[in-house]
């Protein structure tokens, strides 16, 4: 799970790594024979049980970072990934991130270009805000009408939805599922873990050798048996 990868100075909610960092990360995984791709390409592989050296890679948000410098990197290792797009703030910023720092997220042309390149995109929702809350008809905007703009924009099924802030209940997962959804990213495991509540691992700037070493041991014990 990785969010913005960007120079950077400050970053109060974690969200970003450095490019050098990110390139490392990828080198890293380059070298043990694994193979960053798509949820949709890792969950396809895994129905018919040639998921072996895979990693899914995704992106949360939709920075702009992720057509200028995330999507090149990707390219040079033969990588793919998901990008979860925020429907309604497409060129806009991270407005829902109070401290900042301020971050440019990607255009519709962006978008566009990330699709055509054989990166997967995927709903974010409209705006980034929690969903475990809100009324009948802001849950149906965000999940059904977002997919609708994506798909419209990149002329390609949009097949996953990754809930802002992992905020997710029964009632958020039964909108999505019956939005046609083929999965849900969340973030930590939990008793909704599933097709349709993914845990992932959280990789930032601190992670190198040892650290993603553990990461990797610690999802295959924990979170892969949610699947």
Known sequence: MYHSVSPYTQDPYRVTVSPRRFEQQLRWLRRRGLRGT??????????????????GLTFDDGYADF????????????????????????????????????????????????ADSGMEIGSHGMLHRPLGSVTEAA?????????????????????????????????????????????????WRSALSGRHALPRTYVGERDRGLRLHAKRVRHELTCRTAR
């Open 38 to 55: 798509s949820m949709r390409e890792l969950l396809a592989a895994e129905r018919t049980g040639r998921s072996r050296g895979l990693v």
């Open 67 to 114: 057509a200028r410098t995330v999507l090149p990197t990707l390219h040079r290792y033969g990588f793919t990934a998901t990008v979860f797009v925020l429907a309604d703030r497409l060129g806009g910023h991270n407005a829902w991130d109070p401290e900042g720092p301020r971050k440019a997220l990607m255009t519709e042309q962006e978008v566009r270009r990330a």
């Open 139 to 187: 849950l149906l905007d965000e999940v059904q009408h977002s997919r609708t703009v994506l798909e419209r924009i990149t002329d390609r099924p949009v097949p996953g939805f990754c809930y802002p802030y992992g905020d997710v209940n029964e009632r958020v997962i039964e909108a999505v599922q019956a939005a046609g959804y083929d999965y849900g990213c969340g973030i």
